[in-house]
């Protein structure tokens, strides 16, 4: 049996839910049994439910419970074109539970002025544990036995609220016993993505675009043959189609170079979704709800027999550089520790480091500690920050044996100033650091020379 998960354009209303039903129908009827089914909040939603939190812990309340009363009606609206008699009216009985739920709680914070990441998650977890629900409702009414899944009870994770960590061994167990047993009894189980639960019960999720990491837990956890992520875009593409307008599909992929691209900035994968496929051997394949027939990429441990030179780009925008510079670093041992328990006090990630002889730049993408990381850095060194930059990276497995087709990508930017160039020792990827305006050219250039 597979997985499907299906992201938030895949269930953005009910006639995308239709098409969610009809692909979920083919693979029950190809594989006998399942699918396990995980799904996104609506498009929008989630980003709506963080900005309610965010509003209401600054005190304004008005604006927040008219978004909310506006995702309230989305909500009842979807699952009354979904599932529409009678008997489907608990679904709308706790469509508003929840949302009256959420009305209480944003005024609570809007009198407190406070959101702490455990409320956050609360709040943010609605988008998937609704829709999921009028999924799942929606594929009973459709002829397809259903269950819905409680992901809280699915997926255990640590405390780090808003990014949770999920526990494998926990994880595994308990998919088993909630997500299996509904296959076993010969249902379709559905779950929302993105959340799940500390040992404790505590509600947390699992990072921004993290349902692609849910539907790799439940994949690992029930031994799945595959794992689907269905999506608005045709595949893995060779560069991210809102910078190049026509790049093309990539029919197949290492797990390596999945997890390059995802890293750099792929945003059809989130970074954290080959973890569970590699450590059970699952394939991972990226594929189109609206073009259902096509096969989409699959993503495999082997790499693909004949590899293009490149296998595709990435990129990502709103990076800053940080140098920090110290005639301390000469010669010296102990220094990077310093700095980098800095970003690590800060809980600040870095993405890509490079070094000269006093000096060490990185970059981040958080900026929220930036002010009190340039401080501490300061006590031990000069540092300057350069915002606005952007990461480009090109990623092949022919990359580890083919220095010249570095060498190429790199010749090709000449006239681009780049701040950075870095190439780590998978050799898989090879990524340049450099001012966002000159993103799109670079880009272009890169991907006119290698994919058309
Ligand atoms: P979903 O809601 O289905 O999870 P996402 O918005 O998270 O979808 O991811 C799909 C989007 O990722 C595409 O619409 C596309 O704009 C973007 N994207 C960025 N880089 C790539 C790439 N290399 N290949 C395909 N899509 C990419
Ligand atoms: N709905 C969540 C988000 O927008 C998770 C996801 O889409 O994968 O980040
Ligand atoms: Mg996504």
Not at 292 to 314: D, K, N, S, V
Not at 378 to 401: K, Y
Request: glycine letters at 6%.
């Amino acid at each position: 049996m597979v997985v499907q998960k299906f992201g938030g354009t895949s269930v953005a209303d009910p006639d995308a839910i239709h098409r969610l039903i009809e692909i979920v129908r083919t693979a029950r009827s190809r594989d006998g049994r399942g699918p396990a089914v995980v799904v996104s909040a609506m498009s929008g939603v989630t980003d709506a439910l963080l900005a309610i939190a965010a509003a209401a812990g600054a005190g304004r309340v008005d604006d927040t419970i008219s978004t909310l009363e506006q995702l309230r009606e989305r909500h009842l609206s979807a699952a009354r074109a979904l599932a529409p008699s009678e008997a489907d009216a608990a679904l709308g009985t706790y469509v508003n539970a929840q949302f009256d739920d959420l009305v209480a709680l944003v005024r609570a914070l809007a009198v407190l002025r406070e959101v702490s990441p455990r409320t956050l998650d609360v709040v943010a977890a609605a988008g998937e544990l609704l829709i999921s629900r009028i999924v799942a409702a929606a594929l009973a009414k459709a002829g397809l036995p259903s269950e819905w899944v409680d992901a809280r009870h699915a997926i255990v994770t640590n405390d780090d609220h808003t990014r949770a960590m999920p526990l494998s061994d926990d994880t595994d167990a308990a998919v088993r016993s909630s997500v299996l047993a509904v296959i076993d009894a010969g249902r379709v189980p559905v779950l929302g993505g993105f959340v799940g639960a500390t040992a404790d019960g505590d509600t947390t999720t699992l990072g921004r675009g993290g349902s692609d990491y849910s539907a790799a837990l439940v994949g690992a956890g029930i031994g799945a043959v595959e794992i689907q992520i269905w999506t608005d875009v045709d595949g893995m593409l060779t560069a991210d189609p809102r910078v190049i307008a026509k790049p093309r599909l990539v029919p197949h992929l290492s797990f390596a170079e999945a997890s390059e691209l995802a890293y750099f900035g792929a945003k059809v994968l989130h970074p954290s979704t080959i973890l569970p496929a590699v450590r059970r051997n699952i394939p991972v394949r990226i594929l189109n709800s609206r073009k259902p027939e096509g096969t989409g990429t699959i993503i495999t441990a082997e790499p693909p027999p004949a590899a293009t030179p490149l296998t595709a780009l990435a990129c990502k925008r709103d990076l800053t550089v940080v140098d920090i510079t110290s005639d301390r670093m000469l010669m010296a041992y102990g220094f990077l520790r310093r700095v980098f328990e800095v970003f690590e006090r800060f809980r600040t990630a870095v993405d890509v480091v490079t070094t000269s002889e006093v000096t060490v730049s990185v970059t981040v993408d958080n900026c929220r500690h930036l002010d009190a990381i340039t401080e501490a850095l300061s006590e031990f060194s000069q540092v300057s920050i350069e915002p606005g930059m952007a990461l480009l990276c090109a990623v092949g497995d022919r990359l580890r044996n083919e220095p010249a087709i570095a060498a190429r990508a790199v010749g090709l930017l000449e006239e681009v100033p780049l701040r950075m160039i870095s190439q780590a020792a998978s050799r898989r990827n090879i990524t340049v650091i450099l001012r966002q305006a000159d993103l799109p050219h670079a880009m272009q250039r890169l991907h006119e020379e290698f994919f058309t």
